[in-house]
């Protein structure tokens, strides 16, 4: 019988043995699931363990300030920002394929990782992070053809997208983990609700929610649109409802419009509300009409580009929780 207790108390042990006297590094999403990992890790081995987050352009409105803000106040952890958005903009500059987004951003962020790496170890006069923490889970480990006798569905970047000349060892001390029981050993740990509690966002980002190539302006549109959709579902107490929303731009789709006297020629976006256990298979959310409403309304309303809002009614499967 495993308690969430057990399993800290296991995992603990596991990677204070694994990592021994060397020192970690791992990056922070903003997610539960990096948090949960680090916070394993840092139980273990105390402040060997350095933690960087990458602002790579593609996170949602307020998600750099309330990593820096909320994780490491209730945590106290070492934390690095780098700010890689210019990197990583260039990097997908031209790039509509949705497997070649996620390799392109796994090896980027591999690529800043080390570097960020380097200028550590010489900080800390030479001793080198051998270590690298991700918050990989089951789901993503079967996903990626990790488990026994299951297809390739798609490369999670934490997963399948590494790059061969990675040159850290691998700490996973939620790979055998569901969503809930992270969570629950979130709770273990001490970690705050809003950390514990939030929803997953994939590490690939706003860059596998743009329909087509992504650039800083298509990001702002979209970040824009995300923010309103949550502020509403959180303002009507639906977030312990829906496991994820993501709100999806058809970047590359026009539909014509009207406003006031003028006409509008601008994009869709998709609100993709589903409901899950562990985003293996998902139904979409029966969300409140209200709801819905003063989404649509506000998003037409605030967004300049955006003149459309539709809901994706479809199950997974067929259709996977992302659209790319
Ligand atoms: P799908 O779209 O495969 O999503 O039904 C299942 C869950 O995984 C998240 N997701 C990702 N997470 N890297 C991640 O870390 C990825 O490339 C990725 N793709 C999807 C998705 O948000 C959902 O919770």
Same mark, same amino acid.
């Given at each position: 019988?495993?308690?969430? !207790?057990?399993?800290?108390?296991? /995992? ?5 043995? /694994? ?9 922070? =999403? @903003?997610?539960?699931? =990096?948090?949960?990992?680090? $916070? ?20 949602? %409105? ?11 106040? +209730? ?23 949705? &497997? /070649? ?14 570097? +960020?790496?380097?200028?550590?170890? +010489? $900080? ?26 299951? !297809?390739?569905?798609? %490369? ?50 706003? @860059? ?23 502020? &509403?579902?959180? $303002? ?14 058809? !970047?590359?789709?026009? %539909?014509? @419009? ?17 409901? %899950?256990?562990?985003?293996?298979? !998902? ?12 989404? =649509? ?6 967004? $300049? ?9 479809? =199950? ?9």
């Amino acid at each position: 019988q495993w308690t969430t !207790a057990s399993i800290v108390e296991e /995992q603990v042990a596991r990677i204070a043995e /694994q990592i021994g006297d060397g020192k970690a590094i791992c990056g922070l =999403s @903003g997610g539960v699931d =990096s948090a949960v990992a680090a $916070a394993l890790v840092q139980r273990a081995i105390g402040d060997r363990l350095t933690c960087v987050f990458v602002d790579h352009g593609l996170l949602r %409105s307020g998600e750099r300030a309330q990593v820096e803000r909320d994780y490491v106040s +209730a945590t106290g952890v070492n934390l690095v920002t780098v700010d890689a958005r210019e990197r990583f903009m260039d990097a997908l500059a031209g790039v509509t394929d949705p &497997e /070649q987004k996620r390799k392109i951003i796994g090896r980027e962020f591999i690529r800043v990782f080390e570097q +960020a790496e380097l200028d550590l170890q +010489a $900080a800390a006069g030479g001793e080198k992070f051998r270590f690298l923490v991700q918050g990989t889970l089951y789901p993503d480990v079967v996903e990626s053809g990790g488990g026994a006798g299951t !297809a390739n569905i798609k %490369s999670h970047h934490n997963v399948g997208g590494l790059p061969e000349d990675l040159e850290f060892e691998l700490v996973e001390p939620l790979r055998a983990l569901f969503k809930d029981e992270v969570r629950r050993v979130g709770t273990e740990l001490g970690l705050p609700e809003t950390i514990v509690q939030r929803q997953p966002f994939p590490g690939p980002g706003l @860059g596998i929610r743009i329909i087509g190539e992504v650039t800083a302006e298509r990001l702002d549109i979209l970040r824009s649109a995300d923010a309103i959709a949550r502020e &509403e579902l959180t $303002a009507a107490g639906l977030d312990r409802d829906i496991w994820q929303c993501p709100v999806v731009l058809l !970047a590359d789709v026009r %539909s014509v @419009g009207v406003q006031g006297d003028g006409r509008t020629y601008g994009h869709p976006v998709v609100l993709r509300p589903v409901s %899950s256990e562990d985003a293996m298979t !998902a139904d979409w959310t029966r969300l409140p009409y209200d709801v819905l409403e003063r989404i =649509s309304t506000r998003i037409t309303n605030e967004v $300049a580009e955006v003149n459309r809002v539709v809901l994706d009614v479809t =199950s997974k499967p067929p259709g996977t929780i992302e659209w790319e």
